[in-house]
């Protein structure tokens, strides 16, 4: 697998989250790393007056930034650095996934949070509904766990939205690159409050989702090792914290963006997967389906 | 910074380094509407105007006019000389690192400081005078005038002004970003409302309803029918607060989309709009009020500081609210540019080792001299606090002090751009006018208003009448500014010796070099 990664750097605790879950995705599917960071474009300013001086010494300060992540890196991934001006960091971010054809953005969650407590940041949240290419959010403390740590597998989260296939294209994908097992949930509920928009990953039911896990195993490629599981809880949380999760993996989930459009994509639901899930979230947007082809 | 081999660490080769190039320097974004509004947004007139129309009417009185248009000249010479600087070393820096580079590290020590306190002087005044409209502007809307004399009471007062100083940091500080829709609005609706205000001024005086009608005449435009040198150069470093900030206008040059044209134009626009609006304002509140010391008078003491504050009410009636409003937004917006400048020169000392090089720290994630932006921000908090218990009239003495620090400053940086430039005076014939004369002129003045002021100010009956054991408080203030930069110089020379010795900042002096000259000429031709 050749797509390299993007990872949206800043010199924070986040960035570092993103840099390190970054060299373990590149490391896994061998990827190349591409390090971004994204400055404040000057002309969306109109109070202050502009100061070259100023964007030359944040321009100094920035590649001395990305020297210090291609420090981190080091050896464990082959790796660029990039400086980008746009108006926000996600929209540099994204600019530059689509140049370098990314397979996915990866970004810090947490956008300093405090520990232990996830919180979706505003650059992971302005990815989330404008990004054509995946996000994966690299929890807080992802910084902490060895950058040697091999991805172990991959969890995915399937429900009956259309665009389920896409998901899992890009489960599969990212399993065979790493050579893991692949792992599928239904999450099943019980008492979901009304008008909550969890359908994406959500089935009403439990023979509903046996019947989902069963044909989603049925478009699996052989020889891929594939297993499924129900989860159930009282709630999101409580479905989550119950299934069983490995340091090493990731989870994927879809994003609803084109059945809502203008929304923010997943919004309370992947807030609440998050503050549960003790491991990387990948989010696959529905637009890979019209772009199949695109690789 | 060692990058493991073969992993390029500068920018994408290829397109993507192209496109860095071309974006790295924001180059052509700013367009002639845009320089304009960042220009009057910096100026502020409204606020300016409120804060100085006052005390420069009580020294000079009814020749203010006059003072406005000759405060303009001191103003243009010099900001020609920082125009020549900062087109050969941009650098955020400015005032410091151009001093620097010319006389060495002390004075450009000194010239920094000057900014810093001049910025942080203006800060808290900024913020002092939005305090008194946020109260006014409250009463006009709830038809309570008790409301409005809250804003007299120091400790809520301070409060409230620390609240907004507060708020302004934090904008700073996370680089939010108004849109250019909506600054184009409060600058147009700023312009606008003070013309409607001084129109309104006039029709009272045609009416007959004026508190002190004061036939125009063309003596208001004579400077020398002034009655004193003293009172010529107060007057005159008033009016150079006056104008400041417009220079951002001619020093914005690769950022503009036509370096060649805009940068001058929008220069000449600006100024022109501002100089017509205050001559028209000062003109209708002199010919409403009169500079007597009578209760609307602009020469009475108790309104001085902050004259659109009690005359908005008697001219514009029930809707005294937009002026109230105009220069709440215009103090916003000013309150804004404005931390940009302490910020980013104490960035600059930080970097060049002047300062401890915590000032030179950049906030990661949103891209501002993050602790540069709070140091500002706290040290104009104390100095207003502190201020407003020890003044009569606060915003009075600081306007009065700041013109003074910006004589200093200023005055230092025009006799720099001189002496940077001294291989290259007789260039040409441009050279000589912008890079000598100017200058040289400019800084002149600007030195002599300096020492005429600090002279003066020693009365214990200048400005508001405060002192300090016997002496007037603004050369207190003035005294004791300069002397605490030369203590924490003196401290940071020991501390850290390597700026001081010119080891991070050299002296240098450009050669005169045709071949340089001609690069030089051709990018910033059009005066």
């Known amino acids: ?295 | 910074m060692t990058a493991p081999e073969g992993t390029p660490l500068a920018p994408a080769t290829g397109a993507e380094a192209g496109g860095l190039s071309g974006k790295g320097l924001s180059a052509g974004t700013v367009g002639l509407i845009g320089a304009i509004v960042i220009g009057i947004s910096c100026i502020a007139p409204a606020y300016t105007l409120t804060a100085a129309l006052g005390p420069t009417a009580s020294e000079v009185g009814v020749q203010v006019p006059a003072i406005i248009l000759v405060g303009f000249i001191p103003m243009l010479l010099v900001a020609f000389g920082y125009r020549e600087l900062n087109n050969r070393m941009p650098d955020s820096g400015t005032s410091f690192t151009w001093a620097s580079r010319a006389f060495g590290p002390w004075i450009g020590w000194l010239a920094g400081w000057g900014l810093i306190a001049a910025t942080v002087i203006v800060l808290s005044n900024l913020a002092g005078i939005a305090v008194d409209f946020l109260f006014l502007l409250i009463a006009q809307i709830t038809n309570n005038a008790e409301i409005a004399d809250i804003a007299a009471n120091p400790v809520v007062n301070v409060i409230v002004c620390l609240l907004f100083v507060l708020g302004a940091t934090f904008v700073s500080y996370r680089d939010m970003q108004t849109t250019q829709k909506l600054q184009y609005v409060l600058v147009g609706f700023q312009v606008i409302v003070l013309v409607v205000f001084a129109v309104a001024a006039i029709v009272h005086v045609a009416s007959g309803n004026a508190f002190d009608a004061t036939p125009i005449d063309w003596s208001w435009f004579n400077p020398f029918a002034v009655s004193s040198f003293s009172a010529f150069a107060a007057g005159l470093s008033l009016s150079i607060f006056i104008f400041w900030g417009w220079d951002v206008t001619l020093t914005m040059n690769e950022e503009t989309k036509d370096p060649d044209k805009t940068p001058g134009r929008a220069a000449t626009i600006t100024v022109i709009t501002i100089v017509v609006l205050y001559l028209l304002l000062s003109i209708a509140l002199i010919m409403f009020a009169g500079v007597g010391t009578g209760e609307l008078g602009l020469g009475n003491s108790d309104i001085s500081d902050n004259v659109f504050f009690h005359l908005s009410g008697p001219i514009m009636g029930p809707l005294a609210f937009l002026v109230s409003l105009a220069v709440l937004t215009s103090s916003a917006a000013s309150l804004q540019s404005t931390f940009v400048s302490p910020a980013r020169t104490l960035l600059a000392m930080g970097h060049y080792g002047a300062l401890p090089p915590k000032f030179a720290a950049v906030s990661p994630r949103f891209f501002t001299p993050g602790y540069a932006t709070i140091a500002a921000a706290i040290v104009a908090s104390v100095f207003y606090a502190v201020m407003r218990f020890v003044s009569v009239s606060v915003l009075t003495d600081t306007i009065l002090t700041l013109g003074m620090m910006i004589c200093f400053y200023y005055g230092l940086t025009a006799f720099a751009c001189v002496w940077y430039f001294r291989k290259q005076w007789f260039d040409s014939v441009r050279n000589v006018f912008f890079t000598f004369l100017f200058p040289l002129v400019g800084g002149v003045i600007l030195a002599v208003l300096f020492v005429t002021t600090l002279i003066d100010s020693m009365d214990p009956e200048y400005g508001s009448g405060s002192s300090v054991f016997g002496v007037g408080l603004v050369f207190v203030l003035g005294v004791t500014i300069i002397a605490l930069g030369i203590v924490i110089m003196v401290w940071q020379a020991i501390r850290r010796p390597a700026f001081f010795k010119g080891e991070t900042l050299s002296l240098d002096a450009p050669p005169s070099a045709r071949r340089r000259r001609q690069t030089a000429a051709n990018r910033s031709e059009k005066p």
Not at chain 1, 74 to 91: I, K, N, P, Q, V
Not at chain 1, 168 to 184: C, F, G, I, N, Q
């Open chain 1, 1 to 295: 697998m050749s797509d390299p990664i993007v990872v949206g750097y800043t010199a924070t605790d986040a960035g570092d989250d993103a840099l390190a879950l970054g060299t373990r995705l590149a490391r896994a599917s061998g990827a190349p790393l591409e390090v971004v960071l994204v400055l404040p474009d000057e002309s969306r300013n109109a109070i202050v007056p502009p100061d070259a001086g100023y964007v030359r010494h944040l321009r100094e300060q920035a590649e001395a930034w990305l020297a210090g992540a291609g420090e981190k890196i080091a050896d464990a991934a082959h790796h660029r650095t990039h400086l980008r001006y746009a108006e926000s960091f996600a929209e540099g971010l994204i600019a530059t996934a689509d140049e370098l054809g990314a397979r996915c953005i990866v970004v810090g969650a947490a956008n300093g949070g405090i520990r232990g407590r996830h919180r979706l940041g505003s650059v992971a949240s302005e990815l989330l509904h404008s990004s054509d290419v995946p996000v994966a959010l690299a929890p807080e403390g992802s910084r902490l766990l060895d950058p040697e740590t091999a991805l172990t597998r991959v969890t995915t989260f399937v429900g009956t939205r259309p665009g389920a296939d896409v998901l899992l294209e890009e489960s599969v994908s990212l399993a065979t690159a790493a050579s893991v097992p692949l792992r599928l949930i239904s999450i099943e509920t019980i008492d979901l409050p009304a008008g909550l928009d969890t359908a994406a990953i959500r089935v009403a039911g439990s023979e509903h989702a046996d019947g989902v896990l069963g044909r989603a195993r049925e478009a699996l490629p052989a020889g891929l090792a594939a297993d499924a599981v129900v989860a159930r809880g009282e709630s999101i949380e409580d479905a989550v914290g119950a299934a069983a999760w490995d340091p090493g993996e990731i989870a994927v989930v879809g994003s609803s963006r084109l059945a809502q459009p203008r929304r923010l994509f997943l919004g309370s639901t992947a807030a609440k997967m998050l503050h549960e899930l003790p491991v990387p979230l990948l989010v696959v947007p529905r637009t890979r389906a019209t772009e199949g082809d695109r690789r």
